[in-house]
């Protein structure tokens, strides 16, 4: 491999990472919804920089040391995401970056094993437990039941198969409404007996 090229790789891993698993910069890591195979395939032309948009389509994975992308094994997987403007910019500043990238060329071309050694050292180095890289997902969708997002807006997000999928992953997430239904039906209550 050329010198050029182990910079661009290192660049391109370094992004990744970046882009997906960032603990010190804001929401970036909180913004993104994709599992590994997922974010592996994207390509510019998944990416509606007008609309704020990813078209999740494909995946990636990589065998006899050749890489494959195929399609998505469900039809619920195949979704577009809406994502914040401010990763749109961000995105678009990459790609504007990466010279010449062709619009179905891979955004991110190294294999998974290198996000998942990406992650092992950023945990090393700052001291936390270490994950897999599919455990940021589930803390995404943590941060998003903590934000109040409905459980049928993660469903659509994550491009689960089925609502029940969701809930049962991720239920135990949601706290216990019954007094705020019964404070609720108080008021309602209240309210009427003073109208009377």
């Known amino acids: 491999m050329s010198k050029k090229n182990r ?109 998942q050694h990406k992650l092992k050292r950023a945990c090393v180095k700052s001291g936390v437990k270490q994950i897999r890289v599919h455990d940021l997902r589930h803390s995404h969708v943590a941060y998003l039941i903590n934000q109040g997002v409905q459980p049928l807006i993660i469903k659509e997000r994550l491009g689960h198969r089925d609502i029940k999928i969701t809930l049962n992953t991720y239920g135990h997430l949601y706290p216990n409404q019954q007094k705020k239904v019964a404070d609720m039906l108080n008021a309602v209550r209240n309210e009427n007996a003073s109208v009377d």
């Open 7 to 115: 910079e661009t790789e290192k660049h391109h891993e370094g992004l990744v990472f970046w882009w997906c698993f960032s603990f010190a910069e804001k929401e970036y890591f909180f913004s993104f919804y994709l599992t590994k195979a997922e974010m592996l395939a994207l390509t510019k032309e998944d990416v509606d920089f007008q609309n704020n948009q990813i078209s999740i389509t494909k995946t990636y994975y990589r065998t006899e040391r050749r890489d494959i992308i195929t399609t998505q094994k469900m039809e619920q997987s195949v979704r577009v995401i809406d994502i914040p403007q401010f990763l749109t910019k961000e995105i678009e500043t990459y790609v504007n970056r990466c010279y010449g990238l062709p619009d179905n060329e891979r955004l991110f071309p190294i294999v998974a094993e290198a996000v």
